[in-house]
Every structure is written in C-alpha cells, then in structure tokens.
C-alpha cells in the first residue's frame, strides 16, 4: 500500500473521530463536574467528621482568650478545661487553647463538665437533648486521650475541689454572656487557690464579644460593618485536636452509666407521677416536656445536620432558605438553633462551610450569614453589656417611656399565663404556633415575633407579657435560654434592636404585627392545619408509647 492512498482515510477517520470528541465535550464537561461535586461534598464531611483539615493557623487567637486571673506560678499540675456553653470535642477554641498551654507547660490536659439540678426552667427535653450530645462528647475525646469528668452539684465547688485534687496550674473556661455563667465563673475565680491561672475562651461567637464591640450597640446596623471588618482575622479554620502529648497522671475518671444517668436526670423533670418516666427508643416518654425526636443529638448529628448528604442544610436544602419566613415550607430553615445553643457545633464551623458555598447560592448564604453571625452575635453583645438583658429597664429610653404610656390602655383580650401555655386563646394562628413549641420544641421563626408581639397585645403590663413570654421560650423551645431568646422577646416586646413605629394602642412605639399581615405573607389556614396534623400524630406517638409498666430501654442514640 502506498502512502499516498493511506493519507486521506487516516485523515478523514481522525477529522471524524475528533468531531465526535467535540460532540461529547459538554457532556464530559458535565459529568466532571457531577464528579466534582460528589468528591468535594464527601471530603467536605470527611474533614469535618474525622478530624478538623487546618488551612489556618494551630495556634488560638490571642483575641479570643482573657486572663480572668493570674496564677502565681508556684504550680506545674495539669490544665482543666471546664466545658459549658461549647458541649464540643471539636472546633472548639476553648479546648484548643487549654490543649496549647498544656502544650507549651509541658504537662496533660483534662475536660470536666458540671451537671447542675436545674438550669432556667430547663426541662427533660433540653436535659436529655444535652446529656445525650455529652455522651458522644465523652467518646470523642477518649480518642484523642483526653479523659473526661462529670460532675454533679455546683461548678463553683467541685471544680476548685478537683483542681485541688490533681493540683491544676490552670482552668480555661467557656465564654457566656448570661447572668448565671458569669456568677459561676465569678465564685470560681474565688474559690481556686492563687497557684491558679483563670483563662476565658470566647469559642461561641466568630468574632469574640468583647472584640466585636466594645460596647452596647444600637442594632444589626451598628455592628455588622465592626464584625465584617474582624472577619479576616477571626474566620478562619480550625486546627485538628490532638492531646499536649503528656498522660494523664491524674485521678482515672469514674465510668459514666449515661443510661442510668440520663433516666434519673429526666425523672425529675416528669409530671406528677416520677415512676412515669420511662424511655422508648432512646426519649423520654412521660415526663412534663418530654424530648423531642427530630434532632438527634450531639456533635455527630450535628455535623451531619448542616453537611449530611441525606438531608444536610448546606449540602440539600439551602435553595429552599428563600422560603425561610414562611412557615408553611417546611424544611426550609436550617434548624439548627438546638446545636448552636448546645455548642454542639461551632457557629464558626458553619460559617465557614457556608462560605464554602457562596457560589452555589450567594443570596442564601449571605442571609444565613447573616442570621448566623451578625444578629446571632449582636444578641451576645446585647446580654453582654446589658445588665437588664430580660427586663423592661433593658430597653432604649423612648421604648420604655411609651410602653409606660400605653401600659394602662384598655386591652380587648386578656389571658392568664395559664390559658396561654395551654394555647387557648381566640386567635388559632397564635394556638397553633404555641402548640408548635409545647409538642415539637421548635416554634417557626416567623411565628416567633408575631407569639411574642400578641403576648405584649392581652397581658396585663408589658413586664407581665416580657417574663410569660421569657418563661414559655425557656420551657419549652429547644433553643431557649439563649441570649438569642432574650434578645428575641426584648425585640417583640421592648423594641430593642428596632426603631420606633407609628404609635398605637397598648403597643406605643412598639412595632405591631396582625394577623392581616401574616396573611398576606403565607397561607395560615395551611400552617393552622399542619400544627394540627403534627401535634395529633406527635400525641399519638406519646400515647401508645407511653408505659403502663417500666418499659424495656432501647437506645436510638447511642
Ligand atoms: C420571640 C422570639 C424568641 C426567640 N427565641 C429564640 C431562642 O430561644 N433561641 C434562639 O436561638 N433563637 C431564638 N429566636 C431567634 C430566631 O427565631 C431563631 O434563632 C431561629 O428561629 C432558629 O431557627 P433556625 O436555626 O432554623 O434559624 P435560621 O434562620 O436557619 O438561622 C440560623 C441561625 O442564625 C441565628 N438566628 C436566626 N435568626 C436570628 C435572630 N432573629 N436573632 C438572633 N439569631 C438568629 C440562630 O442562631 C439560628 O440558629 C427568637 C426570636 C423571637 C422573635
């Protein structure tokens, strides 16, 4: 065969098989990108899950620790972290910091964490939400060998006895803005001997608090331009966890019988009758305000809850948080307020996976942003510089002096505290949102200010309608006893963080919501009947798992 012949049909197979390449091109295009995808989102959780990937910096950022109390020096015993508001083994700077300075005294570090009786109304439902998320706690860090204490009474008592008893040179402790942590935090720094160092480690906020602002601010307005500012230097990603790399000398911590703990934790938050309580597939059943089971608890769930490929908030649903204030689309917020109040995950951790995903949504994240970071943390500094974060004295000037004005107008309906927790009022929107909270423990965001708003339009006073509104969110929500919940019912009801509207009957200056404007937003007869529909199949499930006898135990969580 001469080469001449060959020449053109080699030429005109290779001109056809590379136009069928450019056929396939966007299709390969494509499935490289589907491939992408699927690889990114399973490292995404990989990194998280196993251990922290570390972009950043290992070493905790001076801004977010202060020296509540110098040691003298006289000791070189081990570092106590005393966990509290951040119920987390990872992403967590407080235990990161307590690990760095055992690091650099060469000597182990230790987490404790101290159980109270009762905590602001706190019922079965947040108990075992919490227990539960502290057992898997206890997991993680036995490996990373990192023992874990639990104990029971007053932090201000057992802790300072146990550093004695393993003569810690160091506490480092968690950061909250609320009344009863700084009281503890307080008597701590008392009652630990001077050999002590006392450190604070604000891991529950991106931006630290007393970094943020150095005082009360106005509104969402006033420090949003301060945090974004601070967010190059604060939002950064976490180092993995590893222990200082000394043993543990120490007292060997006690098993925990989390069962057994958890049972007569919750039995003495049940009704009337404490023999009651018992626990079907791994909740409560029994009990005044019995756990909820939606949210699995702990920072496993937690993970999986923001970056799960079943049905993760980043990873599944954020197209829907478009939706978020209407409260007939379900699934559209992220609900993922139990863990951030728990500190089951780090605020900071989901702040950076949603700026991992600007591009796929930008208008979505930069609300959840937003929400999660800006108003979020404007609530810490709120209770922070406001002594009077959950009474009327906590309100701006011409708030209070128009609720005083307002507060002996004629109101058209009154309820008692009791008729309200038992939703029976004439409104069955408002029924049903109160109903949402009692049964399923999670009220709509949406839902929340017109509650609260009408809780300020049939009470007595704007003071009575404040503390029923402060006693119902911290009983019943999952996310209550939050400076998120003060700020929300100071919000509704005192103005706080808003601006003074057109004056009106009862409300003065205080903007107003109605029932009108909720229906011009969403169907209300649509959320009345699925609240309906809810509370009956949740109350279904209660009766025919509640006991009649002591009921076998079986564990869903653990
Ligand atoms: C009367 C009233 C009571 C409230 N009580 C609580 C409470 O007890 N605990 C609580 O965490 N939030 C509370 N909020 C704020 C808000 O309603 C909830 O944070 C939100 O509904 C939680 O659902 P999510 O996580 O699905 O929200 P998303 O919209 O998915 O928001 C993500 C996160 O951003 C933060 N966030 C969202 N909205 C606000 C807000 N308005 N202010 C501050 N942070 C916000 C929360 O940490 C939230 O988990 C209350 C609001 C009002 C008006």
Same mark, same amino acid.
């Given at each position: @065969?001469?080469?001449?012949?060959?020449?053109?049909?080699?030429?005109?197979? $290779?001109?056809?098989?590379?136009?069928?390449?450019?056929?396939?091109?966007?299709?390969?295009?494509?499935?490289?990108?589907?491939?992408?995808?699927?690889?990114?989102?399973?490292?995404?959780?990989?990194?998280?899950?196993?251990?922290?990937?570390?972009?950043?910096?290992?070493?905790?950022?001076?801004?977010?620790?202060?020296?509540?109390?110098?040691?003298?020096?006289?000791?070189?015993?081990?570092?106590?972290?005393?966990?509290?508001?951040?119920?987390?083994?990872?992403?967590?700077?407080? $235990?990161?910091?307590?690990?760095?300075?055992?690091?650099?005294?060469?000597?182990?570090?230790?987490?404790?964490?101290? &159980?109270?009786?009762?905590?602001?109304?706190?019922?079965? =439902?947040?108990?075992?939400?919490?227990?539960?998320?502290?057992?898997?706690?206890? /997991?993680?860090?036995?490996?990373?060998?990192?023992?874990?204490? %639990?104990?029971?009474?007053?932090?201000?008592?057992?802790?300072?006895?146990?550093?004695?008893?393993?003569?810690?040179?160091?506490?480092?402790? *968690?950061?909250?803005?609320?009344?009863?942590?700084?009281?503890?935090?307080?008597?701590?720094?008392?009652?630990?001997?001077?050999?002590?160092?006392?450190?604070?480690?604000?891991?529950?906020?991106?931006?630290?608090?007393?970094?943020?602002?150095?005082? &009360?601010?106005?509104?969402?307005?006033?420090?949003?331009?301060?945090?974004?500012?601070?967010?190059?230097?604060?939002?950064?990603?976490?180092?993995?966890?590893?222990?200082?790399?000394?043993?543990?000398?120490?007292?060997?911590?006690?098993?925990?019988?989390?069962?057994?703990?958890?049972?007569?934790? %919750?039995?003495?938050?049940?009704?009337?009758?404490?023999? /009651?309580?018992?626990?079907?597939?791994?909740?409560?059943?029994?009990?005044?305000?019995?756990?909820?089971?939606?949210?699995?608890?702990?920072?496993?769930?937690?993970?999986?809850?923001?970056?799960?490929?079943?049905?993760?908030? $980043?990873?599944?649903?954020?197209?829907?948080?478009?939706?978020?204030?209407?409260?007939?689309?379900?699934?559209?917020?992220?609900?993922?307020?139990?863990? %951030?109040?728990?500190?089951?995950?780090?605020?900071?951790?989901?702040?950076?996976?949603? =700026?991992? =995903?600007?591009?796929?949504?930008?208008?979505?994240?930069?609300?959840?942003?937003?929400?999660?970071?800006?108003?979020?943390? &404007?609530?810490?500094?709120?209770?922070?510089?406001?002594?009077?974060?959950?009474?009327?004295?906590?309100?701006?000037?011409?708030?209070?002096?128009?609720?005083?004005?307002?507060?002996?107008?004629?109101?058209?309906?009154?309820?008692?505290?009791?008729?309200?927790?038992?939703?029976?009022?004439?409104?069955?929107?408002?029924?049903?949102?109160? $109903?949402?909270?009692?049964?399923?423990?999670? @009220?709509?965001?949406? @839902?929340?200010?017109?509650?609260?708003?009408?809780? &300020?339009?049939?009470?007595?006073?704007?003071?009575?309608?404040?503390?029923?509104?402060?006693?119902?969110?911290?009983?019943?929500?999952?996310?209550?006893?939050?400076?998120?919940?003060?700020?929300?019912? @100071?919000?509704?009801?005192?103005?706080?963080?808003?601006?003074?509207?057109?004056?009106?009957?009862?409300?003065?200056?205080?903007?107003?919501?109605?029932?009108?404007?909720?229906?011009?937003?969403?169907?209300? *007869?649509?959320?009345?009947?699925?609240?309906? =529909?809810?509370?009956?199949?949740?109350?279904?499930?209660?009766?025919?798992?509640?006991?009649?006898?002591?009921?076998?135990?079986?564990?869903?969580?653990?």
């Amino acid at each position: @065969m001469s080469k001449r012949k060959v020449q053109p049909s080699i030429e005109s197979a $290779l001109k056809a098989t590379k136009k069928e390449v450019e056929k396939l091109k966007p299709a390969i295009k494509k499935l490289k990108q589907e491939v992408n995808k699927v690889v990114n989102s399973n490292e995404d959780l990989d990194n998280v899950r196993v251990s922290t990937t570390n972009s950043g910096t290992d070493e905790v950022h001076t801004g977010r620790v202060r020296s509540l109390k110098e040691g003298n020096g006289s000791r070189k015993g081990p570092i106590l972290y005393w966990m509290s508001r951040d119920q987390r083994s990872r992403d967590n700077w407080a $235990l990161l910091h307590a690990v760095q300075e055992a690091k650099r005294s060469g000597v182990a570090v230790a987490v404790v964490f101290n &159980l109270v009786d009762s905590f602001l109304n706190a019922q079965a =439902r947040h108990f075992g939400f919490m227990l539960r998320g502290l057992r898997i706690v206890e /997991k993680n860090l036995q490996a990373a060998d990192i023992p874990f204490f %639990l104990f029971r009474g007053k932090a201000q008592e057992t802790i300072p006895e146990f550093v004695e008893e393993c003569g810690a040179s160091m506490v480092v402790m *968690d950061f909250s803005p609320l009344r009863i942590g700084r009281v503890w935090r307080d008597e701590l720094c008392k009652n630990v001997s001077p050999a002590v160092a006392v450190h604070e480690v604000d891991a529950h906020n991106v931006v630290p608090v007393w970094e943020a602002s150095p005082k &009360l601010e106005y509104g969402a307005r006033t420090i949003r331009t301060k945090i974004h500012k601070l967010l190059p230097e604060y939002l950064t990603d976490f180092p993995v966890l590893k222990n200082s790399g000394h043993v543990w000398s120490g007292p060997t911590p006690p098993p925990i019988d989390w069962e057994a703990l958890i049972t007569e934790v %919750l039995s003495s938050h049940c009704c009337l009758d404490l023999t /009651k309580l018992s626990v079907i597939s791994g909740i409560s059943v029994g009990a005044e305000v019995p756990e909820i089971d939606w949210c699995e608890p702990g920072e496993d769930a937690a993970i999986e809850h923001l970056l799960g490929d079943k049905n993760g908030f $980043l990873t599944k649903r954020l197209a829907k948080y478009e939706f978020r204030n209407d409260p007939t689309k379900l699934g559209s917020l992220s609900s993922i307020s139990p863990y %951030l109040h728990y500190g089951q995950i780090a605020p900071q951790r989901a702040a950076l996976e949603a =700026r991992r =995903r600007q591009k796929e949504a930008p208008k979505n994240i930069d609300s959840f942003f937003e929400e999660l970071v800006v108003r979020r943390e &404007l609530a810490d500094n709120y209770c922070y510089y406001q002594p009077n974060y959950d009474n009327i004295n906590g309100a701006w000037e011409w708030a209070q002096i128009s609720l005083k004005a307002h507060a002996k107008d004629k109101r058209e309906f009154v309820y008692t505290q009791e008729q309200l927790e038992k939703g029976k009022t004439h409104d069955s929107l408002w029924n049903a949102a109160q $109903l949402e909270m009692v049964h399923y423990g999670k @009220m709509h965001g949406f @839902m929340r200010m017109y509650w609260a708003k009408k809780i &300020l339009e049939w009470t007595e006073s704007p003071e009575e309608a404040l503390r029923i509104a402060i006693y119902l969110n911290d009983k019943y929500e999952m996310d209550g006893r939050d400076p998120n919940g003060y700020v929300g019912c @100071m919000w509704s009801i005192c103005g706080i963080h808003d601006q003074g509207w057109k004056e009106r009957p009862v409300f003065g200056k205080i903007r107003y919501m109605n029932l009108a404007g909720c229906k011009r937003k969403f169907n209300v *007869d649509g959320y009345i009947s699925y609240v309906d =529909r809810l509370v009956s199949s949740l109350r279904k499930k209660a009766k025919s798992s509640a006991p009649t006898e002591a009921a076998p135990r079986s564990s869903k969580f653990f």
